[in-house]
């Protein structure tokens, strides 16, 4: 719905929440304890033309009680999955306040691990590993959208990828290879096809699983004559080994990594000795869905 209070200006769409709410939960489960490491973003939209436009906030649920609400529902049911917690933060908001209509959570989960060797089951180190991410919608009636992912999952091939055959204009300088480290750092969403709220809680972790090696293995297995064939058989892969997704977006920054040239020194360098170049990188860009899964544009954003 559009709003305007001049002829000239029309205030379009519109949301506001708490931005980045550190949370850390441990379930003191006996001797053993669970640790959740997150960063909950909140983003409410709905009835909020007045405040916009004449700067009453009668339908404004401050964005420090969102963030109280973060703190207070871990207290109260704890945090299994993410995907769980993010579910329940949506209809929390929905059912707070009648001039809400529409609740985005937004959740990167930080690892940590069980220090190995150690007797105590409570001592955890910090993972190396990628963020686990999620984002829900759901609006009052009812209808909700899962988008689980993952980000800076760092992989690389030392062998098994080339490329070669492609355009030439006058500014090619690059050279064709048969045998190039590919490497690059997935960041992967994918949307499930059931409604949120009849998937199985205990299901995410193990979805999550499912997905995160698929993309793995898919890089790994793949002989590459580019990194867009590379990335459609990661989502292919995917796709292909859980029903429960409908689409999946992937970002894929190619990380360079250049033989170096030892002739000065009177060496050679057979592909051993590289240098690995941040800037600037081929950022390669795709989304797969199920064939006849309905798009959702809106679930992503």
């Known amino acids: 719905m559009l ?4 002829s000239s200006v029309v205030l379009g769409p519109a949301r506001y ?5 550190r949370i850390v939960h441990v379930s003191r489960n006996g001797a053993e304890h669970a640790l959740k490491d997150l960063a909950v973003s909140v983003a409410l939209s ?3 033309a007045d405040t916009h436009l004449t700067g009453d906030n009668a ?5 420090d009680a969102q963030k109280n609400a973060v703190y207070a529902l871990a207290r109260q049911h704890g945090v299994a999955t993410a995907e769980e917690f993010a579910l329940l933060l949506t209809r929390h908001f929905l059912s707070t306040c009648p001039y809400i209509g529409h609740a985005r959570i ?3 989960e930080y690892a940590w691990d069980r220090i190995p060797g150690a007797e105590s089951r409570h001592s955890f180190v910090r993972g190396g590993r990628e963020v686990r991410t999620v984002l829900v919608h759901a609006d009052a009636d009812g209808r909700s959208t899962v988008v689980s992912g993952l980000k800076d999952l760092v992989v690389l091939n030392t062998a098994g990828s080339e490329f070669h055959g492609f355009y030439k204009d006058e500014y090619t300088t690059l050279a064709e290879t048969t045998d190039r480290v590919l490497a690059t ?8 096809t059931d409604s949120a ?6 299901d995410w972790d193990k979805s999550y699983a499912r997905a995160r090696a698929a993309l793995m293995t898919a890089f790994a297995d793949t002989h590459s ?3 867009q064939q590379t990335l459609y058989a990661m989502g292919e892969r995917l796709l292909s080994q859980d029903d429960r997704v409908a689409e999946v977006r992937l970002v894929l920054p190619n990380r360079h990594h250049f033989a170096v040239d030892l002739a000065p020194f009177g060496l050679t360098n057979e592909n051993e000795v590289f240098y690995a170049a941040d800037r600037p990188y081929g950022l390669i860009e795709g989304t797969l869905s199920r064939a006849g899964a309905p798009p959702d544009p809106g679930a992503w954003e």
């Open 3 to 6: 709003y305007q209070r001049s």
């Open 17 to 21: 929440g708490k931005a980045e709410v």
């Open 46 to 48: 709905g009835d909020q």
């Open 59 to 63: 339908k404004v649920l401050t964005t």
């Open 106 to 108: 937004a959740v990167e």
């Open 185 to 192: 750092a997935v960041d992967a969403r994918w949307r499930h």
């Open 197 to 202: 709220e009849s998937a199985p809680e205990a």
């Open 225 to 227: 004559l580019s990194l």
